[in-house]
């Protein structure tokens, strides 16, 4: 015998569905509970579109402060001042680079020679081709 969960009543171990992950092998529900599962109430339109603006309240700060944490990193390694012609050869790179991945077979990366997490610039100097492989192997130290 077990007590069902939900109805409270004592049933015989046949009156419950198999559930493999559980302990004595049964679900915690007998057949007929399982079979009519109690209605949730419903939320209206009103409702879900309230519950769904208190949620933004309640994480706007946290989301708000995820998205200027992004693009503050990004325009930091981006210097202001970047010419044109600084632009176009940083841009040549990635396109070299892509040619040499799809013409070799293997990946080839823009690397940051000083890491940009470790406050480098994404400027042309600070920019060369690696193998994806020496990239990976390297991640943001600075290899001198
Ligand atoms: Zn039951």
């Known amino acids: 015998m077990k007590t069902c969960c939900k109805c409270k009543q004592d049933l015989p171990r046949s009156a419950y569905y198999k559930d493999?992950?559980?302990?004595?092998?049964?679900?915690?529900?007998?057949?007929?509970?399982?079979?009519?599962?109690?209605?949730?109430?419903?939320?209206?339109?009103?409702?879900?579109?309230?519950?769904?603006?208190?949620?933004?309240?309640?994480?706007?700060?946290?989301?708000?402060?995820?998205?200027?944490?992004?693009?503050?990193?990004?325009?930091?390694?981006?210097?202001?001042?970047?010419?044109?012609?600084?632009?176009?050869a940083i841009r040549a790179l990635y396109f070299i680079s892509n040619v040499l991945s799809n013409s070799c077979g293997e990946g080839f990366h823009i690397d940051h020679i000083h890491p940009v997490s470790k406050g480098g610039l994404h400027e042309f100097d600070n920019l060369r081709i690696l193998s994806a492989v020496e990239n990976l192997k390297k991640g943001n130290k600075i290899v001198k």
Do not use: I
Not at 38 to 67: C, F, G, H, M
């Open 20 to 88: 493999s992950s559980r302990l004595d092998g049964l679900e915690y529900r007998c057949k007929s509970c399982k079979r009519t599962p109690t209605p949730r109430p419903k939320k209206t339109k009103e409702e879900r579109a309230a519950y769904l603006a208190q949620y933004y309240q309640d994480n706007k700060v946290r989301k708000n402060s995820q998205k200027v944490e992004s693009r503050n990193r990004h325009t930091r390694q981006v210097p202001t001042d970047q010419s044109l012609m600084e632009k176009s």
